[in-house]
C-alpha cells in the first residue's frame, strides 16, 4: 500500500514538465562581443603596483574579438568583492559579466596576492572566484591567467593570453643589419632575445611542448635548420644538408620534423625523427615542394608545391601517398597551416594582394579572413580562434592578428625595424 | 352628480313620485280604526243549567239517562243579560207573592227537599251507581272502545302497517325498480364510464402518443438546439482556443525574439548543444527565476543561455488570467543550435 502509494508520488513528480506549461525553441542567438566590465582592482598592496591587472585582463579580452570591455570612465561604481556589488549598476550599462578583484601583499613571502570574482551581471551570480600569487615580476602573469579564466568560463574555450609568440625582427641601421629572434607575450610585451644574426632567421616553429624552438638561420651563409632550448639557450644544428634546409614543422608529438630539402635535387618535404635522426623523403616531383604543416592528428602534412605551375596547397598523407590538390582559385595560394580542430587550412591567397584565406576542408569553401593585403606567415594560436601573420602597414613589417570566428583584429605594438616571421606557441604550462 | 336632461325638464315627474312615496309613508302611519278588539274569552264553564223543570225531571227518572258523553267544550257564546221589563209594585207584589210562595214552596220545598234530598241521595247514589256503571259502562266502553279503538288503532295499524308494508313493499319495489333501475343505470353509468375512461385512456393514450411525439420532436429539436449551441460552444471554445492559441502563438513569437535576441552565443562551434531552462513568471511578465533544467554540458553555453533569460527584462505575456495561469506561469525554453 505505501509502496504504491509512493509510486505515485514518485511518477507524479517525475512526470516532467506538464503538458500544459508552455514550451518555446530558442534556435537562434546572436554572435556579438561579450559586453563585460573589468574593474580596477583594488589595491591594497600598501604599495604601487607597475601593473594594471585589471587593465591587462580588459585588453586581452578585448583583443581576442569575443568581449566588449566596458570603458573605466562608464563605469558607476568600482567594487572589489561581492559585497560592494551593486547589479544594477552595470545592467543599466548593458553589462553582462562583471570581473572585480583586488590584490594584497603578503611581505612575508614577499608575494602578491590577487583575488578575483567573475559575475553574471543578469542572473546576480557568481561565476568564478580564485586567488593567484606571485613575485612582482609575475603580476602580468597573473593578468594572463585570470583573463584566460574568465575567457574560459565564458567562452567554453581555453583562453591563449598566458601564450607566447616568437617572430624575427630586421634593423637596419645603415649597412648594419641585425635579425633577432624573439619571443614575447601574445600580447607583444616582455620581449626576449633567443638568437640575434647578422644573417637572415627564418620560419620559428614552436615545439609542441613550448620548450624549444626550431628555426632556420643563415648565419654558416647557407640555410640551416637550428633547435634552440629556450630556457637553456642550447642550440642544435639539426638539417645541415646540401641545398635548402628550411620551414620547420614540428609533428604533433614533438618526435618529427618535416621541413624542405632540395638535396636530392630540387624542393622536397622529408620528415627527420628527431630520435632516431632518420630522413624519410615524402613527396617525390620535380616542381618546388615546400612549406610543410602537420595536421593536428600527425597523420597528414599540408604544403606548397608549384607542380600545378603556380604555387598551390596540396595535401599528403604521412604514410606518403598521392598528394592532392586542395586550392583552385587564383593562381598563388600558398603557406598552408592547420586548423586546431584539423578542418581547416589557413593560407596565404593572392587576388589583388596577398590575404590570409581559410579553407573549409569539408565543405570545400574559402574564406578570406583579412583586409590588409601584403599579408604572409601566418600562424595559428594554440586554441584555433586566432591567426597571427606578418604585414606590412605603411611600408613597415608589422605583426596582426585576426579572429577566425571572432571580429578580433589587431595588430601588434610597433617594434623598432621590421618584424616578420611570427609564430604561436603552444599553450605553455604555468610555472 | 348632475344628470343631464337632454329633453326637456324632469320637474314634474319627480314631484310626482315624490308626492306618490309621501303618500304612501303617510298612510301607512296614520292608524285607520281598526275591527274592535276582540273581547277577551272568558274561561268556559261547563255548565249545565238546572231549572225547575229540569229538576223535576231529575226527581222523576223516567228516560234513561242519556250518553253522558263527554262533551266537547263548546265555545259559547256568552248570552247577553235580559233586562226584566217591570214595574216596581209590580215587583214588590210579586216580591210578596213571590215570598210567600217562597215560604210556602220553601216548606214544601223544605220537604219536598228532603224527599228531594233523600231521593236525591237515592239518585245520588243511584247516579252514583249509574255514574258508576256509567262510568262503568263508560269505562268499559272506553275500554271497548280504546278497545275498538285499540282494535282500530291495531287495525289501523296494521292497516297502516299493511300499508307501510304495501308502502314499504311499494317503496322496496320502488327502492327495487329504483335500485334496479339505480344499478342499470349505475352499470349504464358503469359502461358509460368505462366507455368513458375507455374513451378516456384512449383518448389518452392518443393524447400520450400526441405527447410523445411532440415530446420526441420536441426532444428533437431540443437536441438540434442543443447540437447548434454545443457547436457554438465548440466554436466559441475554438474561438476561445483559436484566440488562445493565437494570443498563445503571439506571445510565444514574442518571447521566443526576445530571449533570441538576448543570446550571446558564446564563440567558437556550439552546433549540437542544447539546453533546458525552466522559467517561472510572474503576471507582470518579471522573471523570479530562470533555472537550467537540462544542462548542455557546455558551462560557457549554460551561463549563455541563462544569461540571456535574466537579460530579457519583461517577458511578454497573455493578461488572460487563466491562460496565464496554464501556460506562462511555469514555462520552459528549449536552447538549441545547429
Request: net charge positive; charged share 30%.
Amino acid at each position: 500500500m505505501l509502496n504504491r502509494f509512493l509510486l505515485i508520488v514518485c511518477l507524479s513528480v517525475l512526470s516532467g514538465p506538464v503538458a500544459a506549461d508552455l514550451v518555446i525553441e530558442i534556435t537562434k542567438g546572436v554572435k556579438a562581443a561579450l559586453p563585460i566590465a573589468v574593474v580596477p582592482f583594488a589595491n591594497d598592496t600598501g604599495q604601487s603596483l607597475n601593473e594594471d591587472i585589471a587593465q591587462i585582463v580588459s585588453d586581452d579580452l578585448l583583443r581576442s574579438g569575443d568581449f566588449d570591455p566596458l570603458a573605466r570612465a562608464r563605469m558607476l561604481s568600482l567594487p572589489s568583492a561581492g559585497d560592494e556589488i551593486y547589479f544594477r549598476d552595470w545592467s543599466i550599462l548593458g553589462q553582462r559579466s562583471l570581473l572585480v578583484g583586488n590584490v594584497t601583499y603578503d611581505a612575508a613571502s614577499q608575494k602578491f596576492r590577487a583575488q578575483y570574482e567573475l559575475y553574471d551581471v543578469k542572473s546576480q551570480t557568481r561565476l568564478v572566484g580564485k586567488v593567484l600569487s606571485g613575485g612582482r615580476d609575475k603580476l602580468r602573469d597573473i593578468a594572463h591567467a585570470i583573463a584566460d579564466t574568465v575567457y574560459e568560463t565564458l567562452t567554453g574555450e581555453r583562453g591563449v593570453f598566458a601564450t607566447q609568440i616568437a617572430y624575427v625582427t630586421l634593423e637596419q641601421k645603415g649597412s648594419d643589419v641585425q635579425y633577432k629572434m624573439e619571443v614575447a607575450d601574445a600580447d607583444g610585451q616582455r620581449s626576449k632575445l633567443i638568437f640575434r644574426s647578422k644573417m637572415p632567421l627564418l620560419s620559428p616553429a614552436w615545439a609542441p611542448d613550448g620548450k624549444k624552438l626550431a628555426y632556420v638561420s643563415f648565419e654558416s651563409g647557407r640555410p640551416a635548420i637550428y633547435i634552440q632550448d629556450i630556457a637553456s639557450g642550447t642550440r642544435t644544428l639539426i638539417a645541415n644538408y646540401k641545398g635548402l634546409n628550411s620551414a620547420p614543422s614540428w609533428s604533433p608529438d614533438g618526435n618529427q620534423l618535416a621541413m624542405t630539402l632540395s638535396k636530392d635535387g630540387n624542393a622536397e618535404i622529408y620528415i627527420l625523427d628527431l630520435r632516431s635522426s632518420q630522413l624519410r623523403r615524402l613527396t617525390r616531383h620535380w616542381a618546388i615542394d615546400t612549406e610543410p604543416s602537420w595536421s593536428p592528428d600527425g597523420k597528414s602534412i599540408v604544403f606548397t608545391s608549384d607542380r600545378g605551375g603556380g604555387p598551390q596547397v596540396y595535401m599528403v598523407g604521412v604514410d606518403g601517398n598521392q598528394p592532392r590538390r586542395l586550392t583552385f582559385e587564383g593562381s598563388y595560394n600558398a603557406r598552408p597551416r592547420f586548423s586546431l580542430d584539423g578542418n581547416t587550412i589557413y593560407y596565404v591567397h593572392q587576388r589583388s594582394g596577398f590575404n590570409l584565406a581559410a579553407l573549409d576542408l569539408e565543405t570545400d569553401q574559402n574564406t578570406i579572413l583579412t583586409e590588409t593585403d601584403m599579408d604572409e606567415s601566418p600562424s595559428v594560436a594554440p586554441n584555433g580562434s586566432m591567426i597571427i601573420y606578418a604585414t606590412l602597414k605603411q611600408g613597415k613589417g608589422v605583426l596582426a592578428v585576426v579572429g577566425v570566428n571572432s571580429g578580433s583584429k589587431y595588430t601588434l605594438p610597433a617594434r623598432v625595424g621590421d618584424v616578420r616571421e611570427p609564430a604561436w606557441s603552444p599553450f605553455l604550462k604555468v610555472n | 352628480m348632475k344628470i343631464a336632461n337632454p329633453n326637456g325638464s324632469y320637474i314634474a315627474p319627480i314631484i310626482l313620485s315624490v308626492g306618490l312615496h309621501v303618500g304612501i309613508v303617510v298612510l301607512t302611519l296614520i292608524s285607520w280604526p281598526s275591527l274592535s278588539k276582540q273581547q277577551p274569552i272568558a274561561p268556559h264553564i261547563q255548565a249545565r243549567i238546572l231549572d225547575q223543570d229540569m229538576l223535576n225531571q231529575l226527581m222523576e227518572p223516567t228516560d234513561p239517562l242519556p250518553d253522558i258523553k263527554p262533551k266537547p267544550v263548546e265555545e259559547s257564546k256568552p248570552a247577553p243579560a235580559k233586562k226584566p221589563e217591570k214595574t216596581e209594585q209590580q215587583l214588590q207584589a210579586e216580591k210578596q207573592e213571590q215570598a210567600l210562595l217562597e215560604k210556602q214552596k220553601a216548606d214544601a220545598e223544605k220537604k219536598r227537599l228532603e224527599a228531594i234530598a233523600l231521593k236525591q241521595k237515592k239518585l245520588e247514589e243511584e247516579e252514583r251507581k249509574k255514574l258508576e256503571e256509567a262510568k262503568k259502562r263508560r269505562l268499559a266502553e272506553q275500554k271497548a272502545k280504546e278497545k275498538r279503538e285499540e282494535e282500530k288503532r291495531l287495525a289501523e295499524q296494521r292497516k297502516k302497517q299493511k300499508q307501510e308494508e304495501a308502502e314499504r313493499k311499494r317503496l322496496a319495489k320502488e327502492q327495487e325498480v329504483q335500485r334496479k333501475a339505480e344499478a342499470k343505470r349505475l352499470a349504464e353509468q358503469k359502461k358509460a364510464e368505462l366507455e368513458k375512461r375507455l374513451k378516456q385512456e384512449r383518448e389518452k393514450a392518443r393524447l400520450e402518443k400526441m405527447r410523445k411525439e411532440e415530446l420526441a420532436l420536441q426532444q428533437q429539436a431540443a437536441e438540434f438546439e442543443r447540437a447548434l449551441m454545443a457547436k457554438a460552444e465548440v466554436q466559441d471554445s475554438a474561438k476561445r482556443q483559436q484566440r488562445e492559441l493565437s494570443e498563445l502563438e503571439k506571445f510565444t513569437v514574442q518571447i521566443k525574439i526576445a530571449v533570441e535576441q538576448a543570446w550571446i552565443l558564446p564563440p567558437g562551434d556550439n552546433s549540437g548543444l542544447k539546453a533546458t531552462l525552466n522559467l517561472r513568471l510572474a503576471p507582470s511578465g518579471d522573471l523570479i527565476e530562470a533555472k537550467i533544467t537540462q544542462s548542455s554540458g557546455d558551462q560557457a553555453y549554460d551561463i549563455a543561455l541563462k544569461s540571456a533569460a535574466y537579460a530579457v527584462t519583461r517577458y511578454p505575456v497573455t493578461r488572460d488570467p487563466q491562460l496565464f495561469n496554464r501556460e506562462f506561469r511555469n514555462m520552459y525554453l528549449n536552447f538549441s543550435t545547429e
